[in-house]
Each structure stands twice: as C-alpha cells, then as structure tokens.
C-alpha cells in the first residue's frame, strides 16, 4: 500500500470486504479493509458504515446504492473512503444483498483515470446539493 500525501493506494490485487446488517451496522470486516481504515475490527463491528464515509461523497449516491440494495439488485460504484486519521482511498465497490437482509460489499481498486473522473463527478453532484 502506498501513501501519498493524505490518498491511501490500494495494492493492485487488493480486496477489502466488509457485511452489513440490513440497517447497514457493520458485521463483518476482512483484515484489509480494517487496516486501511486505521480502526481497529473491535472498532468498527457495531458501528454505522457512514463511520468511513468522506464528506465529497453525494448524499445522492448512498441514495442510489441505498434503493438499489433494498430492492435486491447489486450496486456497483465508486466510493470516496475516509479514513481515521482523514486521509482518504477511492474504491470500486460492488455490494450484493443476501437472502437474510444482510450486504456484502466487495472493493477493489480504482484506477487513476477513474479517480480523476469520479473527482469531478462528485464535485459537480455536490453543487447540485447545495454542498460545495
Ligand atoms: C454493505 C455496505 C457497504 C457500504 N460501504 C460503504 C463505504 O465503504 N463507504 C461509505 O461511505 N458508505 C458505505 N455504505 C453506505 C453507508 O451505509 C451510508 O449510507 C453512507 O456512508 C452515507 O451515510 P448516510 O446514509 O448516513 O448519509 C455501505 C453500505 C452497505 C450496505
């Protein structure tokens, strides 16, 4: 894993997994996940996954990943992370509901292109919410 400046780089080959509950508690974190977060996994378990969200994410995208999931569909898309200490990694999630109501999400890494992309998506939707 690389740090530069204040982005964390996930390795090319690089999964972090994590399951919610269906009200979104995290249940289940694989030890990548939680070593990039710089919580520990006593941390994390029974916490909100908003406990990593960035403030560049759009409220409008967890709207999307949020309606998608509840009606049983797979989302994928890329996630802005904050971590403990505010630094920050981009990552392509892919989260698939379960039969039991829970969510699992899948991430790996995202490219430098798409990143770029993703910045100035976000950047616009935030206007659009009235969030700088
Ligand atoms: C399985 C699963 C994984 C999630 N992973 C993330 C994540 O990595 N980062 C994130 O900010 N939100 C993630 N979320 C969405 C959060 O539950 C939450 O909707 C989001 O952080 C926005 O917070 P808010 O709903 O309080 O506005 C995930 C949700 C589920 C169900």
């Known amino acids: 894993m690389q740090i530069l400046g204040d982005e964390k780089f996930l ?10 509950d269906s009200k979104g508690i995290i249940v289940y974190a694989d030890d990548a996940f939680v070593k990039i977060s710089e919580y520990s996994l006593e941390e994390l378990i029974g916490q909100q996954h908003n406990i990593i969200r960035h ?9 999307a990943l949020w ?5 049983g569909d797979v989302w ?7 971590t403990k200490t505010g630094k920050f990694y981009w990552v392509y999630a892919t989260i698939y509901p379960f039969g039991d ?3 699992l999400s899948v991430r790996k890494k995202a490219t430098k292109e798409e990143i770029e992309k993703y910045e100035a998506l976000y950047k616009e ?8």
């Open 125 to 132: 939707m935030r206007k659009s919410e009235g969030r700088i």
């Open 11 to 20: 390795d090319d080959t690089s999964i972090l997994v994590s399951e919610t």
């Open 67 to 71: 309606e998608a999931i509840k009606k």
């Open 76 to 82: 994928q898309g890329f996630v802005k992370n904050r």
């Open 101 to 103: 109501g829970h969510y």
């Open 55 to 63: 403030p560049d994410m759009p409220k409008s995208a967890f709207k």
